[in-house]
């Protein structure tokens, strides 16, 4: 079975552009989390979705940050303006509504703004 | 604000050695997972734990849950070069389904 997965796995932009991360989510799950780990703050979570509808989005660290999931197998972080300072490793990982709630971690996006 | 420290944050030792880390908190969890990250991937679930006092072995590694729920360890023994990673412990809460993560364990495991 296909796990999480994310595109691009790397992304290199200049600081003002426009930055769109994907990611597909193991089909069955209904839980999406998007996550950002740097060395200095480790793993945070920026905004998770239940059922497709956003649930705590409080990560998100300010107004240039937005995610989107309009379908339950389909979700979008999007960075506009990107800064030096959004430079890190986005993860998106997928989970079950129920039991414990073990969570699918996708290989990540590598971000760096110049 | 519920918080879950690990410790050490980093560990490096010779193949062969024993080693144990901690994941501590002051609030109680429903259920607490680890993680191991490797460079350039994303952190793979190693295990779940969710009864206090559960004890799990995966091979090597001896996960155990705090009486109380608020506190896990992870034990490995004779450790391995394939052992290098980052550890990250996660605890969850039956009220919701996010996972408050601790700041892991980057463990180097030197041949």
């Known amino acids: 079975d296909a796990g999480v997965i994310q595109s691009p796995r790397h992304e290199v932009t200049e600081m003002g552009q426009e930055v769109t991360l994907r990611c597909k989510p193991i089909?069955?799950?209904?839980?999406l989390f998007w996550y950002r780990q740097t060395m200095m703050r480790g793993l945070e979570l920026l905004i998770y979705?239940?059922?497709?509808?956003?649930?705590?989005d409080s990560g998100m660290p300010e107004d240039r940050f937005s995610a989107k999931m309009p379908n339950a197998s389909f979700s979008t972080l999007k960075i506009q303006p990107s800064e030096p300072r959004d430079s890190a490793v986005y993860f998106c990982?997928?989970?079950?509504?129920?039991?414990?709630?073990?969570?699918?971690f996708g290989p990540g996006t590598r971000l760096t703004v110049t | 604000t519920q918080l879950l420290e690990q410790s050490p944050q980093f560990l490096s030792i010779q193949e062969g050695e024993n080693l144990t880390v901690y994941c501590n908190s002051s609030?109680?969890?429903?259920?607490l997972q680890w993680y191991r990250q490797e460079p350039g991937e994303g952190p793979v679930l190693l295990v779940t734990?969710?009864?206090?006092?559960e004890v799990k072995k995966l091979k090597r590694l001896t996960f155990q849950f705090g009486d109380a729920r608020k506190d896990s360890s992870l034990h490995i023994t004779a450790a391995q070069p394939g052992d290098t990673g980052l550890y990250l412990c996660?605890?969850?809460?039956?009220?919701?389904?996010?996972?408050?993560f601790g700041g892991g364990t980057r463990l180097m495991v030197k041949p």
């Open positions: 609030s109680v969890f429903s259920s």
């Open positions: 996660a605890g969850g809460r039956n009220a919701g389904n996010m996972l408050t």
């Open positions: 990982a997928s989970s079950f509504q129920a039991g414990a709630y073990e969570q699918y």
């Open positions: 979705f239940n059922n497709n509808v956003p649930i705590d």
């Open positions: 734990v969710v009864t206090g006092g």
């Open positions: 089909s069955g799950h209904n839980s």
